[in-house]
């Protein structure tokens, strides 16, 4: 006797954990020389925000030096980062903005 008595073991639970897609927060650095009001700009433009909420935001970057700006898919986030960088650079505006995961 080899002890295998042949049963064939049924899994009777699967998996019910969907892995969600992990998330990124995308940044906006402070700096000495964009203009505020083309942060606000930015902020409008690019993130969907009141001038009213863009105006806090930024002005919580020039006091604090950085702040999130909102929570995106990798694709999402790194067109954002792209977009604004694109926007500030054609503007000549030395402002940063950069991802980084949740
Ligand atoms: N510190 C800038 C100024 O005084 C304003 C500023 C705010 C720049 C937020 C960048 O992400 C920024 N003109």
Redesign the pocket.
Known sequence: KDGDDGDVGVKLETRTKTKRPPLYKVL?????????EF?VHVLERFFGMTHAQAFEI?LT??KKGIAVVGVFSHEIAETKVALVMDFAQRHQHP?QCTMEKE
């Open positions: 906006i650095l402070n700096d000495d020389y964009t203009p505020m942060v930024m970057v020039h402002l």
